[in-house]
């Protein structure tokens, strides 16, 4: 494996190559000065599902010049909202034909498309916002933020909590010492709510005529089309999605990862069911070791998925379990020395346990909004606080848990070599092959 540091990129291309030919205008692309005032030439890749969201969310007082989806059908409705955006099936296409009219990209893809469009974008000088999690992969996790510091882009990450209130109030409660120090945090969540375990499909059917089945499968293993697929169930496939940790962990793990300054484990270990080399598990608990961090101590993060109720502590009184995190299933409880803070699945209410709220003064600004801090950053302003030098290490950290169920034992994690150091055999989930046409 070719090594690439924390800091600094080492090896392998900067240019992804489509038959045998560079993206237009990678190696001297620069963003497009505009001014606050400036409307952006925006391109939506995915603009079904996430992707209406997304492009609506950032077309304010924008143009949205560009629409792209493999899938007709499924991009249709965002196709009606914004009739005179250019429609194309093939990002590569787009950017090709409309690289001097783009000024940023919105990338809302399933996640093993994220980083081979998002590094095509920023080649050629585009901002990029990118759904969560950030890649698919820990390599393509690195190369993303080395590439947006190279070609000095506007980047933002997918996940609006970061963005809001609930985050920045626990920031601010740990760093007050509201429940002394914090050795041990909580996470869990209700997913896979898709079918998980899969077994490989073996039936062919008939490809929808919307949709262009070769462009979907993109960077993986090419294979016979069949509907278990799409539009969802992707995430529950090794090859397409990262299961659980991908569709929540970027949600419900920012709260400790951001307040407490977690960085990257030493080790990730995982307990699971029934995962094979196609599919994602029944259910998984995986526990990471963070070392200590200043005046911090390691802290150890517990991650329950499936349903699976965390291994809660004494500490944690029976009639309080039930108040814990949100509706939903899903949420964080901090424990420290000197009491316990919970919140649900986007740091939202944040209380401490039992029920309460400190009393610590409001420090850290209100965000204008989750996607608004993008915009901005592409007119020049500050970076947005989801940017891949946030987003890149925070991926990793999630997706090291992915590596620890797949290596099915534990795994330690050397940050700087980008390695696992004890199952050798376990280094094969850190970077994956991309299929012939595209270049990692």
């Not at 952006?40 to 950032?58: C, E, H, P, S, Y």
């Not at 493999?70 to 909202?81: C, F, I, S």
Request: charged letters at 25%; glycine letters at 10%; aromatic letters at 10%.
């Amino acid at each position: 494996m070719s090594k690439m540091t924390r800091r600094t990129f080492l090896a392998g291309s900067t240019v992804i190559f489509v038959g045998g030919c560079a993206t237009p205008g990678a190696g001297n692309a620069k963003p497009r000065k505009t001014s606050a005032n400036d409307k952006l030439n925006i391109a939506g890749v995915g603009a079904g599902g996430k992707g209406n969201t997304d492009v609506r969310a950032v077309s304010g007082q924008n143009n949205i010049v560009c629409l792209c989806d493999v899938d007709d059908k499924r991009a249709a409705e965002t196709y009606t909202l914004f009739p005179n955006a250019k429609k194309y099936k093939d990002f590569r296409v787009m950017l090709e034909k409309e690289h001097k009219n783009i000024d940023a990209v919105t990338i809302s893809t399933p996640d093993h498309m994220h980083a081979p469009i998002a590094m095509a974008c920023m080649e050629m000088g585009k901002h990029v916002f990118v759904q969560k999690p950030l890649t698919h992969d820990i390599f393509e996790a690195r190369r993303l933020m080395e590439t947006a510091r190279q070609y000095k882009v506007a980047t933002h990450m997918g996940n609006q909590g970061h963005a809001g209130e609930g985050v920045r109030r626990v920031t601010e409660w740990m760093e007050a010492g509201v429940i002394g120090q914090v050795h041990t945090v909580y996470c869990w969540t209700n997913r896979p709510v898709w079918p998980q375990p899969v077994a490989k499909p073996t039936e062919t059917q008939p490809i929808p005529e919307t949709l262009d089945w070769d462009l979907w499968v993109g960077t993986a293993e090419m294979r016979p089309y069949n509907q278990c697929y799409l539009p969802h169930n992707w995430r529950g496939f090794w090859d397409f999605g990262c299961g659980a940790l991908g569709d929540m962990g970027c949600h419900i793990m920012d709260p400790a990862y951001t307040s407490l300054k977690l960085g990257l484990p030493i080790s990730v270990e995982a307990e699971q069911e029934g995962n094979t080399d196609y599919s994602g598990p029944k259910w998984s608990m995986i526990t990471y070791e963070f070392p200590g961090r200043g005046s911090m101590p390691p802290v150890k993060l517990i991650w329950c998925d499936g349903g699976k109720e965390p291994p809660f502590p004494e500490s944690v009184p029976m009639e309080e379990r039930a108040k814990l995190g949100d509706s939903d299933k899903c949420g964080t409880l901090f424990i420290g020395d000197k009491g316990m803070v919970t919140c649900d699945t986007y740091g939202d209410s944040p209380r401490l346990v039992p029920y309460a709220k400190p009393n610590v003064p409001k420090r850290l600004p209100t965000s204008p909004g989750h996607y608004v801090e993008w915009i901005e950053a592409c007119k020049g302003g500050e970076p947005a606080k989801g940017n891949f030098d946030y987003a890149g290490p925070f991926t990793e950290m999630v997706l090291l848990g992915n590596v620890a169920i797949r290596a099915g034992q534990k795994v330690d994690w050397d940050s700087e070599a980008m390695k696992v150091t004890n199952v050798l055999e376990a280094n094969k989930y850190i970077k994956r092959e991309y299929r012939k046409g595209y270049k990692s």
